[in-house]
């Protein structure tokens, strides 16, 4: 008896270490799990997560791949998640001038090339919402299915709400004339500009969507509610969910509503009820 109490207790103890351990992974730091990969002409930093489909995380303006903290344990249990750093974001840096959604959908594209994997499930919040749903439009073959949360065509304020819009601009307005010295000042200043100037994607592109997709916005979400609508309307195989009581970050602040039901999209097939 006292030795299956000896083994029953360390099996306990290392129960409670692997519990600790998953929930202090340094995500969007972890050597164990991250690499390089030269990618159009800079290194993009990525991080690997669980054995499966594979899943592309894209993450939002000036985010990293710490903003899929709360559901990369979820997604890991059955898919190979694939969460890199946005070019000029987190430690994918790039010194460049231009930076633009395009660029950075064929920076994803080419990623999933030099892993040697020829499509993926896709999930994006916010700019990476965006950049998911340019993925599906400029390489229809790399998109099994995706699921953009908090995404914008355009950025002006009949996209995002007045109070986003009106702080963009006076912050424009307030140092467009300065002279930016460090690296990151440079850097700052051309992330600010992207989501500044950028996206400008007509309704009519979205046809190019070949494949199913879940259209997400918060009720509260910094994007128009209306705008988030026509995405979904101009998508040919799209469903709509708007979250209740939720901001933009759906997949934070209703994780585990958020993982369940795009797990649920990703693996049931697709309805057309139009």
Known sequence: MKKQFIILCLLQLCGLM???QAKTIPYGNNPAAGKYYNIRGFKMYCEV????KPLLMIHGNGGNISAFTKNIPYFSKKYMVIVAD???QGKSVDGKDSLSFEMMADDFAALLDTMHIKSSYVIGWSDGGINALLLAMRHPEKVIKLASTGANLWPDST???????KGERDYYDANKNKTFTTAKEKNDWKIFMLDWLQPNVPLSALKQIKCPSLIISGDHDLIVLQHTVLIYQNIPHAYLWIVPNSPHATLVAHTDEFNKKVDDFFTQPFHNWN
Do not use: D, K, N
């Not at 996209?159 to 819009?165: E, G, R, V």
């Open 159 to 165: 996209a995002l709400i007045p109070s986003l819009w």
């Open 18 to 20: 692997a519990f600790s």
């Open 49 to 52: 997560y669980g054995t499966g």
């Open 86 to 88: 946005s070019r000029a």
